[in-house]
């Protein structure tokens, strides 16, 4: 689960890491709270979505200007200028389709002098199985393109989940972000602090782009970018409440009701597969027989017929969907389950597009018999190679 930049700050404040002042922005009425509350003489709105590149984004809608979604304003006229020019408006950024996202927050906070700009992050290091910090000192920047044209420049440091972050790994980390006098006074007290919110609030991602060095010499978090295990999120009601639902597909968020595992992509084939390794496979070979799916779509290892119906449908709400692939591996789930679950979202969705059925595992033969009795319009495939090749040709038209 993802959060605003201006709710991830208010959680980092209560460890006690460096942020601005700041008022999110709801409505245009909340401006005026907004410009009396924070002091000048620099403002500084910011678009709150869930996508990153707000400051080089640009807006759809020409009323909304060429600045971007991050500006500065020097008077509080031009504070309400900015908001009523982003409020309500679609950002187009790096992260975002070409439609972009309508942005309905904003934040407003105090200006700071910078000095310069860093890069530090935590996520969890997949090969080490421990907690990571990755800094550079080429903040302000895409991670990624630094990794790219200077991976010399950034530094993977795991954590020993045991001992945590250690006064010799603060210093690494300071040596890496070039840190100085009370900048690296700084570190060495933010670093730990920022290792307890991630670790205590099961954050799957931190990103501090940029960590700055501000002209008095001290370090602020000047961005936060906030992602959560979503299957530790019943450990943490008060982060559950900052949910907003505006910012996630309309697909997701029926299918978390149904604790269906889907995520929307961008390509023509729906899968629905139980297992994620399973499911991560299906995608692959679509996209080997030259198309691409249209989401990750994972029913579990114990769905009832019912669970089945509810994902096919939800996949069917995409219009970009050509053709659908059920690729399911019956162990607790029994494949004859599985197909009536199928046909019974055939019948409640009418189905106008190709659908490749793979079934294979307890009760195959059963499944494979209702499926074949149904009367429907359903492929079916003898493996996932087969299952891949029918479905690819059948929405080529082939």
Not at 107 to 123: F, H, K, Q, R
Not at 187 to 210: C, H, Q, R, W
Request: proline content about 4%; charged content about 25%; aromatic content about 4%.
């Amino acid at each position: 689960m993802n959060i605003h930049e201006y709710q991830a700050k208010a959680v980092l404040k209560e460890f006690g890491a460096p942020v601005a002042d700041g008022v999110p922005i709801l409505t245009l009425d909340d401006v005026q709270t907004a410009v009396d509350t924070l002091p000048g003489p620099l403002w500084v709105v910011k678009s709150q979505i869930h996508a990153g590149g707000r400051g080089k984004g640009k807006f759809v809608e020409a009323a909304a200007g060429e600045k971007g979604g991050v500006r500065l304003a020097f008077s509080k006229e031009e504070v309400m200028d900015h908001a009523k020019a982003m409020l309500g408006n679609h950002l187009v950024t790096a992260q975002t389709s070409a439609d972009g996202k309508q942005v309905n927050r904003l934040y407003v906070e105090d200006g700071a002098d910078i000095a310069s700009e860093l890069y530090l992050s935590l996520l969890v290091d997949r090969e080490t199985g421990q907690p990571a910090f990755v800094a550079s000192t080429e903040g302000g920047m895409d991670i990624e393109a630094v990794a790219h044209d200077t991976p010399d420049k950034i530094l993977t440091l795991p954590i020993d989940p045991m001992a945590g972050v250690t006064e010799d790994a603060a210093g690494k980390l300071c040596d890496a972000l070039a840190l100085e006098g009370a900048a690296r006074e700084d570190g060495m007290k933010l670093f730990p602090v920022l290792y307890k919110a991630f670790t205590e609030k099961d954050m799957s991602m931190l990103e501090i782009n940029p960590l700055i060095v501000m002209e008095n010499g001290h370090l602020r978090v000047l961005d936060a970018k906030v992602s959560f295990d979503g299957n530790a999120l019943f450990r943490h009601p008060d982060i559950m409440e900052l949910r907003d639902t505006t910012e996630e597909d309309e697909k997701e968020i029926e299918a978390s009701e149904w604790d269906l595992a889907y995520i929307a992509l961008d390509g023509t084939i729906g899968c629905m597969v139980n297992g994620a390794g399973l499911a991560m496979a299906t995608m692959d070979i679509i996209k080997l027989y030259g198309e691409e799916p249209a989401n990750f779509c994972d029913v579990g290892g114990g769905a009832n017929a019912e669970k089945v119906a509810a994902a096919f449908k939800i996949i069917m709400k995409d219009p970009n969907v050509k053709g659908i692939l059920v690729n399911i591996f019956g162990g607790i789930m029994k494949c004859d389950v599985i197909a009536e679950g199928v046909i019974q979202a055939v019948k409640e969705t009418s189905l106008a597009v190709p659908l490749v059925v793979r079934l294979e595992g307890t009760n195959v033969e059963k499944g494979k018999e209702i499926l074949a009795q149904s009367g429907m319009n359903i492929i079916p495939a003898d493996d996932l190679d087969d299952a891949a090749q029918k479905i690819v040709a059948a929405v080529k038209g082939a």
